[in-house]
């Protein structure tokens, strides 16, 4: 793509305060963008080829909404933490392993997308986020939940597609957790905490495509309590 090109995505950008490149092929963050750090609230370089998200990402103070889907990033660099007006964070389809120590310090995050990365576990930066309305970590290779998920704020969490065989009951003292997505996964029945059922704010369980036949889910103890919260939900979405 020509500078001409670029010139003319900035100069609108520069009135909109969105600067949307996408499919492009670039393989860097365009450095030109330096340039309006104060102006930008939206960032959207997805379908592209880039492999590294520079430092002077932290710079865009006034950003709401960041989208680098299907790029090549391998690590997020500690200045994004700094974003404190970022809402709405998408990286699916990266190669992410991990998040930056300093994530939980976006605290004005309410959507984060992760999908199809390298994530081996639920980052434990995710419980700082107060915020946090929805989480999709599905297509990772997470293998258990840990208890530290019990402090999550998040209404969704999506997890499906991943190679869960262990969550700890602790997730069933999330204290907004409304959707549970645990679709496709390497569950046993005997893994699921009853507790979800009978004793959390989880009014939708979706978990299709694991070790046993759901029939058996509706056998387990706690499970009218859960349809009980599923079906007043339900009306109060009809």
């Known amino acids: 793509m020509g500078n001409s090109a670029l010139k003319a995505h900035l100069e609108t ?7 949307q490149l996408t499919g492009k092929g670039l393989t860097e963050f365009p450095e030109d963008l330096q ?8 960032i959207d370089l997805s379908n592209n ?11 865009f103070s006034f950003l709401k909404s960041l989208a680098l889907n299907n790029n090549k990033l391998t690590a997020l660099p500690e200045e994004l933490c700094k974003l404190k007006k970022l809402e709405t964070l998408h990286l699916n ?11 939980g310090q976006l605290s004005a995050l309410k959507t984060l997308s992760l999908s199809g990365n390298q994530l081996r576990t639920v980052p434990t930066q ?3 986020l107060r915020q946090l309305d929805v989480v999709d970590l599905s297509k990772n290779q997470i293998q258990n939940v840990p208890d530290t998920v019990g402090e999550l704020q998040a209404i969704e969490l999506n997890l499906n597609q991943n190679q869960i065989s262990q969550i700890s009951v602790q997730i069933s003292h999330c204290p907004r957790l409304k959707v549970l997505r645990l679709e496709e996964n390497c569950l046993e029945l005997s893994m699921l905490p009853q507790s979800i059922l009978s004793d959390s704010q989880i009014s939708l369980l979706a978990v299709e495509g694991n070790l046993f036949e759901i029939k058996k889910l509706r056998e387990l103890e706690g499970y009218d309590k859960y349809m009980e919260r599923f079906t007043a939900t339900k009306k109060k979405f009809a």
């Open 13 to 19: 950008a520069q009135k909109t305060g969105v600067f």
């Open 35 to 42: 340039k309006l750090t104060s102006n930008l609230r939206t």
């Open 93 to 103: 389809g990266n190669h992410l392993r991990q998040l930056p120590a300093a994530f």
């Open 49 to 59: 080829k880039i492999e590294v998200l520079p430092p002077l990402i932290g710079k």
């Open 126 to 128: 995710l419980c700082g």
